[in-house]
C-alpha cells in the first residue's frame, strides 16, 4: 500500500509539472502584435487636384491619391521608417501637390513605376532625388524613352524576381501584350497585398488605344490569360492597388469585372456583340457609346483615348476596323 501511495504521489507532482511547463509554452506564443504609431496623416486639403484615401494597419499605412477624372492613382506604401511611391501620375501640375504631400510625410523614400506610359511617370521631374525601380524589362523601356529621361535623368534600376525597397520586399512579375506591351505587377507576400498597375482598372473605363484584333496576336486574349493568373494567386490577399481608382480588398471580385468588361470590349469590336440599337459596331464611338451604356457607373478612364483626334487633329483613332 506504501508503494502505491508513493507512486501516485510521484504521477501527481509530474502531471502537475507538466500542466504548468505547458502552460508557460502557451503563453509564451502569445505576442502583443507590432504596432506603429504613425499620427497623423497629411491633410487631405494638401490635394486639390484629387482625392485621398488613407488605410491605416498594425505596421503600414496606405495612401491612395487619386487625380482628376480618369482617376489617376498614386500609392504611398508608408512604414515605420520609410515610403515607397508606386507611379507618379500624369502631369507635373500633379506631382507638384504630390510632392507636398510626401514632404508632410517626411521619410525617407524610393519610387516604383509599373509601366512606360506617361500618366503613370509623369510627376518624375519632382522626385529626381529618389531611387526609381521598375521590372527590368520596363526599366529598360523607361531608360530609353525620350519623354522618360527628360523628366528623370538618372538610370532606373531593373529588378528581376524579388527586391528589398524601402525595407519591403518586393516580387516583380510582368504580362506581356496586353493594355500596353509590358504590363509589370508587383506584390509583397508578407503584407498580402499586390500592385497591378493598368492590368486590373477599378469600376473604371480601361485604355483599349493598343488593342489591335487584326494584327494577328489578340492583346485582351493575353489581358484575360494574365488577370486570370493574377486571380489565382492573389485572391487571398488583403488589397490590390491599381493604376486608375485606388484600390479594392475584394481582389477576385475587381479581378472578374476587368474579365467581363475586356470579353465585352472584345466582342463589340470583333462584331460577335450586338449594340443596344441592334447590328453591329462599326467605328470606335459605337463601340465607346455602347460601353459606356452597358458599364454607367465606371469612371471616365482611358477608353476615350480611343477616339479619332483624341492625340492629335487628324488622330485616326485606334486600329479596330
Known sequence: MKYLKLNFWFLTIIASTLLVSCSNDDNSEQTTPIMVEFGEAPSRSLITTGEVNVITENTVRYHTIDFAAAPYTV?????????VLVDLGPAPAFADELETYVDAINKPGAVIITHNHGDHYGGAGNFTDLDFYAENTVADQLNNTDDFTSLYPNSVIGVSGSQEIGGLTFSFDKVSNAETGE???LYNEELKIVFSGDLVYNLTHPYLREYTP??????IDNWVAGLNILKTNFSGYSHLFVGHNGSR????????ENIDYLQTAQGLIKGTETISGGGT????QEVVDELELRYPNYLEGGIYLSLPDA??????????F
Open 75 to 83: 500609392t504611398i506604401v508608408e512604414t515605420e521608417d520609410n515610403i
Open 183 to 185: 504590363n509589370s505587377f
Open 214 to 219: 487584326n494584327a494577328g496576336e489578340d492583346e
Open 249 to 256: 480588398s475584394d481582389v477576385g471580385t475587381v479581378i472578374d
Open 281 to 284: 459596331a462599326s467605328t470606335q
Open 311 to 320: 492625340f492629335f487633329p487628324g488622330d485616326p483613332g485606334a486600329d479596330w
